[in-house]
Each structure stands twice: as C-alpha cells, then as structure tokens.
C-alpha cells in the first residue's frame, strides 16, 4: 500500500505587538514549533496554561524569563544560549527581550485554556491563539500577515 507523504516546506509568520512569531510545524500535527522573535525591551504576557506544556532554547540574542519558582514567586533568569528551559502546566511565565533575541519554543498543540494576567498590549480576554482556533473550528478563514 502506498502512503501520502507530504513534504512540502511549512512556515507561516505572525506579527505580534512585541515582535514575531514563526511556526514551522503544521497546525495538524501533535505538537508546535515556533521561533518568537522578542524586541529588545519587550515583554510578552504573564500567563499560564492549564494543559499546554512548553520548553525554550534560546538562538540569538538576550532575553529573560519570569516565572514561578517552587514557592510561587515570580524570578527572573536570563536565559543561557546552549541550555533548555521547560514550563509545566499552571506555572506563570513570560518572556522579556534584554536585546532583539530569537527563541525556540516546541510544545503540545494549543490545547485547553491560556490565562493572561498582565500585559503591556492591553490585550484582555483570550489569547490570540485560542481565538484563531474558535475562528478556525468555526471555518473562518484567517490570512497570515
């Protein structure tokens, strides 16, 4: 039997108010890739996942990462080129650019809910992803920037 492989290159572009993101793994797939592209001096969302899970691995550049140590309190820690990070589901985390600064993301797909807690875009209610995927199930047609 023959099997339809496809091999076709993937990347789709989302401009973001503190820089961009690439995706380079279908929307189909069990698990996401991403490059965030950080501006350097801006923040991404305090948020948190109730059932994503996501690791980092910084390319390019200088960031820091706040989020919860073991007690619950918020920590910065600038991150080290060479060395992974990982987020587990209910830890607050966000992403600042000390200068322009490439990360890689993998994660599970976008499943459950993501909470924003704070933001410097005064993007209230649901993140930009889960309302794509509403818009998405809806069979709304969304274009890439």
Same mark, same amino acid.
């Given at each position: 039997m023959k099997k339809k492989f496809n091999n076709e290159p993937y990347a789709r572009r989302i401009e973001k108010p503190w820089g961009w993101e690439i995706h380079?793994?279908?929307?189909?797939?069990? !698990?996401?890739?991403?490059?965030?592209?950080? /501006?350097a001096g801006? $923040?991404? +969302?305090?948020? !948190?996942h109730d059932?994503?899970?996501?690791?980092?691995?910084?390319? $390019?550049g200088r960031a820091k990462?706040?989020?919860?140590? =073991? /007690?619950? /309190?918020?920590?910065?820690? =600038?991150? =080290? *080129?060479g060395k992974g990070y990982s987020c587990e589901v209910g830890q $607050?985390? $966000?992403?600042?650019g000390i *200068?322009?600064?490439?990360?890689?993301?993998? +994660?599970t797909p976008e499943i459950g809910k993501t909470y924003r807690l704070d933001d410097d875009y005064n993007r209230a209610g649901q993140t930009e992803d889960e309302a794509e995927r509403e818009r998405r199930n809806k069979g709304i047609l969304i274009t890439d920037k």
């Open positions: 380079f793994v279908p929307d189909d797939k069990p !698990y996401m890739g991403k490059i965030l592209h950080l /501006n801006a $923040r991404l +969302s305090l948020q !948190y059932e994503k899970l996501e690791s980092w691995f910084l390319l $390019r990462l706040i989020w919860d140590d =073991e /007690n619950g /309190n918020l920590v910065e820690l =600038e991150l =080290e *080129t $607050r985390h $966000r992403f600042a *200068t322009d600064c490439d990360v890689i993301e993998v +994660s």
